[in-house]
């Protein structure tokens, strides 16, 4: 296969882009691929105009303005705007782009593909003034937009207090904040917190705000139901403990995400080992703090080699650029050794406050207490909770024989918004391990993909008709 | 022999390979008071059986077995009735298309074979055409017409199947890829088994095994070559009705249609890349894209449409490209069924006639005799030994 550069990077985040900068300065041919309009990610995403004179600047916004400075001066080629459709071992890399399609290839891949958010169902959780908390984060952040007027803030992580704090800033009114998490599990958080001052400090700060608007919150609960009343919701709120009175307030907005996982697209795409963090909640590609999967040449980093935020992200795109050159005999293991040690010994302090942060976004079984029979939880192909409990009362003991039997995950998501359900009703009912059940079978395209991309202006006659099958 | 242990599970039919084939065999044992197994590696319905087109059509079947497909066909469209719940059998029109004078000629010749076979085929022109599809590309010159055509949404089938399956006691092991087939001195057979089943033992064994028939018979030391066709389907997300036939080209290389839910699927048999003993398929980006081409040539509103998702599965096929089902020589009570050309379609109909064979029914499976591949090939058929 000839090739078009020594290594092709997907997801031009904070860990794709430091993989790229590390990576080119140890001579080696880089090509950056994102399917976002600017390089930055999740986290420092490109705001746009509006946001830029309406939201205050932040350490985040900084941040992300210098990374992609320093792209911009690098010369590395990023491909922005082009979303990766398949990839196939080798490694060639098929990436749509408006209505085009473009193909590479490289002997080495990284993934660097971020977080995806995760979603448990409830009742008229379809209504559209229920967004993802993520979907949100997003919004307020790039958009500089409002979800509603008054938003209830709900799920786990804290994802929460970093949404609530940005409502606030934009001027809009946070009616509550409803948290999965005990308010014990928020102490045993704290208390590594030490170890990352900057996030420290900054949770505290948007603690203090909180508070001083006394907006209420609430630990160990989660959403149950959102009822449409003309242009407002009824959100009713309940104790997750077991004690405690449904509470249920009025609001225009509800922002609802359960923590992020890693998205695994690319490393299930090319069969990589996969390992089910039970702490977490989640599947995984199996990798090195470097990087390196089971595949030779694949590389995993960033969030996508399980959550574990920004700061992490940034170390371990630094480690996968130097373990690349290493590897492709740019640098030899002394070499190697001594640029990676302060960078490791930097991670591993993060990565107790990380770990813990994981637990904290890990709303263990909470699909179970929170749906009716009826309730949808593929919102793709309307598959209600009972339709998936059939199924599985008549046999299906594996994931994808669920799907098969239900269509719960093959609409144009993919399964990305209901796996995490499907995994815990299934788990649940055949008490089996969630692990044991296994994820969903990852098929191209990724993301769905015209028709006219695909093929694109032809005559009848260019198309290789294979010959005529037998009579 | 093999050593068996008191805990063995004894069946009067242990049938290995649980797609269409192995399945209906399973089912009608079962039901005939039988104890059966049907014992699958992975999950029922999870291979050909559970990921193929699901078209009941006739244009493109090996001529050969159209009396069998039309009767298949009319059992998907009574699933009801015998397999105890409707599956969305959806019966249509179809029509093959010919954009060319070679094309015009091939669906006259194909038409001809077909119609000599009991498919109710007529060719017509390609205005005709157009007013029985008005979604089909205006270029088109002629097709042939086929009243009786339509298709099944696949994935349901398998739980449907595995409803009947329990109602008629039939044991489902899953899980338990079977390793190895030995004779017993004292008759049947004992199975080994990988899973939870450890080994049954069995007085009557059927091989189903679809692509992996070849691995089957060879623990018996039979050598029959079968090849593995690596077939690809498109499907889109929901769009607005753009079509209202199953519709094919002249030389078999499309199949389209257009589901309740608004989905179209694409396939006719377009390759892919794959290893049946590993696992594993990989999509040849160029097929993927001649498939669609052909496809939005065909039905032009396509090009509208997004791809959601591509797959391959694992179609069998002989030296002949005709099935094997029957009684294997020289071995008593061992039986096959597979490599059956657009199996799906006939697949519950020969499924049930291997179970007539089976318990002793005179049925005609002359044409489908393994006999015609094995070495050890053996005239006298076990019904006369
Ligand atoms: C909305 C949101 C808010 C978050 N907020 C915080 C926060 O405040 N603090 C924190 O520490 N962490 C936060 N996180 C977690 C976040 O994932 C990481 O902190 C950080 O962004 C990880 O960087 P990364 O480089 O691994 O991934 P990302 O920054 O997510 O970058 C991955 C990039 O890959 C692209 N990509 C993915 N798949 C493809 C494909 N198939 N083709 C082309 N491009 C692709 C994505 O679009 C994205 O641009 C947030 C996550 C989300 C989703
Ligand atoms: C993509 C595709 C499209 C198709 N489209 C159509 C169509 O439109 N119309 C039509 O009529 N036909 C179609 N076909 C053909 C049809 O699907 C097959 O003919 C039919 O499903 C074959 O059924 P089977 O039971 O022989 O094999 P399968 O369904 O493949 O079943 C074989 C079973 O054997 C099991 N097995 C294998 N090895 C072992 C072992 N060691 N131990 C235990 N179990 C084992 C497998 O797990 C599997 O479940 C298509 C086929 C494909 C692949």
Same mark, same amino acid.
């Given at each position: 296969?000839?090739?078009?550069?020594?290594?092709?990077?997907?997801?031009?985040? #904070?860990?794709?882009?430091?993989?790229?900068?590390?990576?080119?300065?140890?001579?080696?041919?880089?090509?950056?691929?994102?399917?976002?309009?600017?390089?930055?990610?999740?986290?420092?995403?490109?705001?746009?105009?509006?946001?830029?004179?309406?939201?205050?600047?932040?350490?985040?916004?900084?941040?992300?303005?210098?990374?992609?400075?320093?792209?911009?001066?690098?010369?590395?080629?990023?491909?922005?705007?082009?979303?990766?459709?398949? #990839?196939?071992?080798?490694?060639?890399?098929?990436?749509?782009?408006?209505?085009?399609?473009?193909?590479?290839?490289?002997?080495?891949?990284?993934?660097?593909?971020?977080?995806?958010?995760?979603?448990?169902?409830?009742?008229?959780?379809?209504?559209?003034?229920?967004?993802?908390?993520?979907?949100?984060?997003?919004?307020?952040?790039?958009?500089?937009?409002?979800?509603?007027?008054?938003?209830?803030?709900?799920?786990?992580?804290?994802?929460?207090?970093?949404?609530?704090?940005?409502?606030?800033?934009?001027?809009?009114?946070?009616?509550?904040?409803?948290?999965?998490?005990?308010?014990?599990?928020?102490?045993?958080?704290?208390?590594?917190?030490?170890?990352?001052?900057?996030?420290?400090?900054?949770?505290?700060?948007?603690?203090?705000?909180?508070?001083?608007?006394?907006?209420?919150?609430?630990?160990?609960?989660?959403?149950?139901?959102?009822?449409?009343?003309?242009?407002?919701?009824?959100?009713?709120?309940?104790?997750?403990?077991?004690?405690?009175?449904?509470?249920?307030?009025?609001?225009?907005?509800?922002?609802?995400?359960?923590?992020?996982?890693?998205?695994?697209?690319?490393?299930?795409?090319?069969?990589?080992?996969?390992?089910?963090?039970?702490?977490?909640?989640?599947?995984?590609?199996?990798?090195?703090?470097?990087?390196?999967?089971?595949?030779?040449?694949?590389?995993?980093?960033?969030?996508?080699?399980?959550?574990?935020?920004?700061?992490?992200?940034?170390?371990?795109?630094?480690?996968?650029?130097?373990?690349?050159?290493?590897?492709?005999?740019?640098?030899?293991?002394?070499?190697?050794?001594?640029?990676?040690?302060?960078?490791?010994?930097?991670?591993?302090?993060?990565?107790?406050?990380?770990?813990?942060?994981?637990?904290?976004?890990?709303?263990?079984?909470?699909?179970?207490?929170?749906?009716?029979?009826?309730?949808?939880?593929?919102?793709?192909?309307?598959?209600?909770?009972?339709?998936?409990?059939?199924?599985?009362?008549?046999?299906?003991?594996?994931?994808?024989? #669920?799907?098969?039997?239900?269509?719960?995950?093959?609409?144009?998501?993919?399964?990305?918004?209901?796996?995490?359900?499907?995994?815990?009703?299934?788990?649940?009912?055949?008490?089996?391990?969630?692990?044991?059940?296994?994820?969903?079978?990852?098929?191209?395209?990724?993301?769905?993909?015209?028709?006219?991309? #695909?093929?694109?202006?032809?005559?009848?006659?260019?198309?290789?008709?294979?010959?005529?099958?037998?009579? | 022999?093999?050593?068996?242990?008191?805990?063995?599970?004894?069946?009067?039919?242990?049938?290995?390979?649980?797609?269409?084939?192995?399945?209906?065999?399973?089912?009608?044992?079962?039901?005939?008071?039988?104890?059966?197994?049907?014992?699958?590696?992975?999950?029922?319905?999870?291979?050909?059986?559970?990921?193929?087109?699901?078209?009941?059509?006739?244009?493109?079947?090996?001529?050969?077995?159209?009396?069998?497909?039309?009767?298949?066909?009319?059992?998907?469209?009574?699933?009801?009735?015998?397999?105890?719940?409707?599956?969305?059998?959806?019966?249509?029109?179809?029509?093959?298309?010919?954009?060319?004078?070679?094309?015009?000629?091939?669906?006259?010749?194909?038409?001809?074979?077909?119609?000599?076979?009991?498919?109710?085929?007529?060719?017509?022109?390609?205005?005709?055409?157009?007013?029985?599809?008005?979604?089909?590309?205006?270029?088109?010159?002629?097709?042939?017409?086929?009243?009786?055509?339509?298709?099944?949404?696949?994935?349901?089938?398998?739980?449907?199947?595995?409803?009947?399956?329990?109602?008629?006691?039939?044991?489902?092991?899953?899980?338990?890829?079977?390793?190895?087939?030995?004779? !017993?001195?004292?008759?049947?057979?004992?199975?080994?088994?990988?899973?939870?089943?450890?080994?049954?033992?069995?007085?009557?064994?059927?091989?189903?095994?679809?692509?992996?028939?070849?691995?089957?018979?060879?623990?018996?030391?039979?050598?029959?070559?079968?090849?593995?066709?690596?077939?690809?389907?498109?499907?889109?997300?929901?769009?607005?009705?753009?079509?209202?036939?199953?519709?094919?080209?002249?030389?078999?290389?499309?199949?389209?249609?257009?589901?309740?839910?608004?989905?179209?699927?694409?396939?006719?048999?377009?390759?892919?890349?794959?290893?049946?003993?590993?696992?594993?398929?990989?999509?040849?980006?160029?097929?993927?894209?001649?498939?669609?081409?052909?496809?939005?040539?065909?039905?032009?509103?396509?090009?509208?449409?997004?791809?959601?998702?591509?797959?391959?599965?694992?179609?069998?096929?002989?030296?002949?490209?005709?099935?094997?089902?029957?009684?294997?020589?020289?071995?008593?009570?061992?039986?096959?069924?597979? !490599?059956?050309?657009?199996?799906?379609?006939?697949?519950?109909?020969?499924?049930?006639?291997?179970?007539?064979?089976?318990?002793?029914?005179?049925?005609?499976?002359?044409?489908?005799?393994?006999?015609?591949?094995?070495?050890?090939?053996?005239?006298?058929?076990?019904?006369?030994?």
């Amino acid at each position: 296969m000839k090739h078009d550069c020594d290594c092709i990077i997907v997801g031009a985040g #904070v860990a794709g882009a430091m993989t790229a900068l590390v990576a080119q300065r140890h001579g080696l041919h880089v090509i950056v691929v994102d399917d976002n309009a600017t390089p930055g990610g999740q986290v420092y995403r490109q705001p746009s105009p509006y946001a830029r004179a309406h939201v205050p600047a932040d350490a985040e916004r900084r941040e992300g303005d210098h990374l992609r400075d320093k792209l911009r001066t690098s010369g590395i080629e990023i491909r922005s705007g082009h979303s990766v459709w398949s #990839v196939t071992a080798g490694f060639r890399v098929e990436l749509c782009h408006d209505e085009a399609m473009a193909s590479l290839s490289a002997p080495v891949l990284v993934g660097a593909t971020g977080a995806t958010e995760r979603f448990h169902p409830f009742e008229g959780w379809t209504d559209p003034a229920v967004t993802g908390l993520a979907a949100a984060s997003i919004l307020l952040r790039a958009g500089g937009i409002l979800p509603g007027q008054r938003t209830v803030v709900a799920g786990s992580g804290p994802l929460l207090f970093s949404v609530a704090h940005q409502i606030m800033e934009l001027g809009g009114e946070v009616a509550a904040i409803v948290d999965t998490a005990s308010t014990a599990q928020w102490a045993r958080m704290g208390a590594t917190l030490v170890l990352d001052a900057a996030r420290m400090g900054q949770g505290l700060a948007w603690m203090r705000e909180i508070r001083r608007r006394k907006i209420p919150i609430h630990h160990r609960a989660c959403v149950r139901s959102v009822t449409r009343r003309g242009s407002v919701v009824d959100v009713t709120i309940r104790s997750l403990a077991g004690n405690g009175r449904d509470v249920t307030i009025a609001a225009d907005a509800v922002a609802c995400g359960y923590g992020l996982r890693p998205s695994t697209d690319l490393s299930r795409l090319l069969h990589a080992r996969h390992d089910y963090d039970g702490a977490a909640g989640y599947w995984q590609c199996a990798a090195d703090p470097y990087g390196r999967s089971s595949i030779d040449g694949f590389y995993v980093s960033g969030d996508g080699a399980g959550i574990r935020g920004a700061s992490v992200a940034r170390l371990r795109g630094i480690l996968s650029g130097h373990a690349i050159a290493h590897d492709m005999g740019r640098i030899d293991s002394t070499t190697f050794a001594d640029l990676c040690r302060p960078v490791l010994s930097r991670l591993r302090r993060l990565d107790v406050v990380s770990r813990q942060m994981v637990r904290l976004m890990n709303p263990g079984g909470i699909v179970l207490a929170n749906t009716e029979a009826d309730t949808p939880v593929c919102r793709c192909e309307r598959v209600s909770r009972a339709t998936i409990e059939q199924a599985i009362d008549d046999g299906a003991h594996e994931i994808n024989q #669920v799907k098969s039997w239900t269509r719960c995950g093959m609409g144009p998501c993919q399964g990305r918004m209901c796996e995490d359900s499907v995994r815990q009703l299934l788990a649940h009912r055949t008490h089996q391990g969630p692990d044991v059940v296994g994820h969903y079978t990852t098929r191209m395209p990724l993301r769905p993909l015209p028709v006219q991309a #695909v093929t694109g202006t032809y005559t009848y006659a260019d198309i290789p008709l294979p010959k005529a099958a037998p009579l | 022999m093999s050593v068996r242990t008191s805990s063995t599970h004894r069946y009067d039919a242990v049938i290995i390979g649980s797609g269409v084939m192995g399945a209906t065999t399973a089912l009608m044992l079962g039901r005939a008071g039988l104890k059966t197994a049907l014992v699958d590696r992975r999950s029922i319905f999870r291979e050909a059986s559970g990921v193929n087109a699901g078209t009941l059509t006739l244009h493109m079947i090996r001529a050969g077995l159209i009396p069998h497909a039309m009767r298949g066909r009319e059992m998907w469209l009574n699933a009801r009735e015998w397999l105890g719940r409707d599956v969305g059998a959806t019966a249509t029109p179809g029509l093959s298309l010919a954009f060319t004078p070679a094309e015009c000629e091939l669906v006259e010749q194909r038409a001809t074979v077909r119609r000599e076979m009991g498919a109710p085929i007529e060719v017509i022109s390609g205005a005709r055409a157009r007013e029985i599809e008005p979604g089909a590309n205006p270029d088109v010159l002629a097709a042939a017409y086929c009243p009786l055509d339509g298709f099944i949404p696949t994935y349901v089938v398998g739980q449907a199947y595995a409803r009947a399956l329990a109602q008629a006691g039939v044991d489902v092991l899953e899980d338990c890829p079977v390793s190895d087939v030995t004779p !017993c001195d004292g008759g049947g057979y004992d199975i080994v088994t990988g899973g939870r089943a450890g080994m049954v033992h069995g007085t009557r064994v059927v091989f189903a095994g679809g692509v992996w028939l070849q691995r089957m018979l060879a623990w018996l030391g039979l050598n029959v070559r079968i090849r593995c066709l690596i077939n690809q389907l498109v499907v889109t997300e929901r769009m607005p009705p753009v079509m209202n036939n199953v519709i094919s080209i002249a030389n078999g290389l499309l199949s389209l249609k257009q589901f309740q839910n608004g989905t179209v699927l694409i396939g006719g048999g377009w390759q892919g890349e794959g290893n049946i003993d590993e696992g594993g398929t990989r999509v040849i980006p160029e097929n993927l894209q001649g498939n669609v081409r052909l496809a939005r040539h065909t039905i032009p509103r396509l090009d509208q449409s997004r791809i959601v998702r591509v797959w391959l599965g694992l179609e069998s096929e002989t030296d002949d490209a005709m099935p094997i089902i029957g009684s294997i020589p020289t071995y008593d009570n061992a039986f096959v069924i597979g !490599c059956v050309h657009s199996g799906f379609t006939s697949g519950p109909y020969m499924g049930a006639l291997l179970a007539r064979h089976i318990l002793g029914e005179d049925v005609d499976l002359a044409a489908f005799d393994i006999g015609r591949f094995t070495a050890m090939a053996s005239p006298v058929s076990q019904e006369e030994k």
